[in-house]
């Protein structure tokens, strides 16, 4: 296996490093929505084209669009370590969330507690809270608010046998702090918790292998890691088949459609199998071996050490200026490239002057009003976020540290 990620070969991928539009420019919003890799776009283009019909029948033109939504599911499932029928697609991981916690709802009795955190997207909270309503008790596992950590014995001092549910992010969009999956993940267990892993900030920067974590449910979103606009969920069998039916009737025997009262977009499922094509492609190149999942992992692996050797100057640099204050860890191998800073004045106002640099980079709360508010941060100024991925290189990075030496 190569030991370093061959950036130019990654960068060929994705044709919007050909658009003269960005020219010149350097995309650090990937926290938001990545570019979209080729074979994606070969795929979505194609069954627009040849397979825009209703897939499943006995036609051709249906058969293959079938068989392409299936190849996705089989695919992507393998490479997390899963099984087949584990894993649905839905329209966004925001709305997979609100199906599973109407199901929790109709599951769980008044008195049952669900444990959630401050510092997740508004996607793994605000769905999990409102079943407050319905007479469940909500307890809240709150991060450091100097540090935006969340520390295991606070979750352990929460945990007793009325928890039947914990709901935390494997990373946080605004902190980027990469959470113990595994050990949080047990310590649940041990308490007979089931827990739901919103991964929707850690996939971009790798794919896990959802078997070894042992979470019952893990969510992310395709449109983050290189794929079109889906929410992708997978849910343990003994999890899924407990909780009520949220489809068709005639659907509840299939684990996969339990959780997707609509009808799939079946496009952007059938081209989610080009992520599978691209990770195949970066496992090939770099000498990466063995089943899928063990191929996913060492692409996994080349993903994060090349971000994590372009971070840690990022941070070295952000954390020497006393105008600013860093938020989350300083160790790049501790976190995700999602750097978020707050400034004396509006985040927004200061992506706008990187703008002028060159640099696409946000300002705002990004959906993490919690967070923000329990770390002290005025929501209406919120924070500068930059956020990057395994195809950004070296001369971007630079380039972003030369915009801050400028507008800061």
């Known amino acids: 296996m190569t030991k370093a990620l061959d950036i130019d070969f990654v960068r060929t991928q994705f044709p919007a490093f050909a658009e003269p539009g960005f020219n010149g420019k350097a995309f650090f919003e990937n926290a938001g ?12 283009t194609r069954f627009y084209h040849q397979r825009k019909v209703q897939p499943y029948g006995p036609f051709e033109a249906s058969r293959l669009g079938g068989e392409e939504m299936d190849e996705a599911r089989t695919r992507l ?10 894993l649905s697609f839905g329209p966004s991981t925001t709305q997979n969330t609100y199906v599973l916690a109407q199901a929790f709802r109709d599951w769980m009795n008044p008195g049952d507690a669900i444990i959630v955190t401050d510092q997740d997207h508004e996607a793994n909270s605000g769905p999990w809270r409102r079943l407050g309503d319905a007479g469940i008790e909500i307890r809240e596992w709150r991060i450091d608010s100097e540090t935006g950590l969340l520390r295991l014995d606070d979750l352990e001092a929460l945990l007793d046998e009325r928890v039947r549910l914990v709901c935390f992010p494997h990373c946080s969009n605004i902190v980027g702090a990469v959470n113990p999956v595994v050990e949080i993940t047990a310590a649940a267990h041990a308490a007979g918790a089931f827990v739901c892993v919103d991964g929707v900030s850690y996939a971009p920067h790798g794919f896990v292998n959802v078997g070894d974590l042992g979470a019952d449910i893990y969510l992310f979103s395709a449109y983050k890691t290189y794929g079109p606009h889906q929410g992708i969920m997978t849910i343990r069998r003994e999890l899924g088949e407990m909780l009520p039916n949220q489809a068709h009737w005639f659907n509840a025997d299939s684990l996969y459609k339990r959780f997707t009262p609509a009808g799939p977009d079946h496009a952007q499922v059938a081209a989610c199998a080009g992520m599978a094509d691209y990770y195949d492609a970066l496992a090939e190149h770099h000498g990466c071996t063995g089943d899928a999942a063990e191929r996913s992992a060492g692409v996994h692996d080349l993903m994060r050490a090349h ?17 600013l204050r860093l938020i989350g860890p300083r160790d790049a191998a501790l976190k995700a490239p999602t750097v978020a800073v707050e400034l004396p004045g509006p985040g927004r106002e200061m992506a706008e002057k990187l703008a002028a640099q060159g640099i696409m980079a946000g300002g705002g709360d990004f959906y993490g009003a919690r967070p ?3 770390m002290g941060i005025d929501l209406d100024k919120g924070v500068l976020r930059l956020s990057f991925v395994h195809y950004t290189n070296k001369a971007e990075v630079d380039k972003l540290l030369t915009a801050l030496e400028t507008c800061l």
């Open 77 to 86: 499932a393998a490479m997390l370590g899963v099984a087949t029928d584990e």
């Open 307 to 323: 971000e994590t050797a372009l971070l840690q100057p990022l941070l070295d640099y952000l954390a020497d200026r006393n105008t």
């Open 372 to 374: 923000l508010q329990s």
């Open 33 to 44: 929505g990545s570019y979209t890799c080729a074979p994606v776009i070969e795929r979505l």
